[in-house]
């Protein structure tokens, strides 16, 4: 009865320290699988603060680290998980699910055509009409500028050289190509767990 009430009741619970300019959405909790790796770099595998607490009382997940902050039910006071842990392993499916957004990353969010960040589209590298299909090896990042360049044109016939050729990456790829975002904000409690691509400070 406890567990149902406590589960029920999740996003009535109040902050300990009552403070209208920290709301609790600003408590997200790392998720890490089993073996306590992040079940996502990019975007970074985070649940709001309820789901955390729920998973909690169903017995799915390990509290691994917590914030200073609290909640309260009518029977607890407890502090927000800030990083959790699976209690069952997930298998990560060997080869990502073929999205734009996962286009986007395996091509690093740049044009590869001309290195450009900004107004990102996807290109086929050989056109439709010339039987390109819309396959990972057939589809790239391009920026919009260099899509309607190049338009119905294979890359050697508008001399645009593609940078990186287009591959069906795995998912563990993909993993390490995300670990080059890392977000604005990163939780203290969080960093023995991430594995970031950037420069460490001495």
Excluded at 95 to 110: E, G, M, Q, S, Y
Aim: net charge positive; with cysteine.
């Amino acid at each position: 009865m406890f567990k149902s009430e406590l589960i029920e009741t999740a996003a009535k619970f109040r902050s300990a320290q009552e403070d209208p300019t920290r709301n609790l959405s600003s408590c997200p909790a790392l998720v890490l699988n089993a073996d306590y790796t992040p079940l996502s770099y990019y975007p970074l595998s985070l649940w709001p603060w309820q789901t955390a607490i729920k998973a909690v009382f169903l017995d799915r997940v390990d509290i691994v680290a917590s914030y200073d902050r609290e909640v309260h039910s009518p029977s607890l006071d407890m502090k927000i998980p800030s990083v959790i842990a699976l209690r069952q392993y997930v298998k990560q499916s060997e080869f990502p699910a073929f999205t734009r957004f996962n286009v986007f990353l395996r091509d690093k969010f740049t044009c590869q055509y001309c290195g450009n960040p900004d107004h990102l589209t996807f290109d086929h590298v050989i056109p439709r009409r010339l039987g390109g299909k819309t396959t990972w090896e057939n589809i790239i990042t391009a920026c919009a500028p260099c899509n309607m360049k190049k338009g119905g044109r294979t890359p050697k016939q508008a001399s645009m050289p593609v940078q990186m050729k287009p591959i069906r990456p795995t998912s563990w790829q993909l993993q390490q190509y995300g670990k080059q975002f890392p977000p604005n904000y990163l939780h203290e409690t969080w960093c023995d767990w991430l594995y970031w691509d950037i420069e460490l400070e001495a």
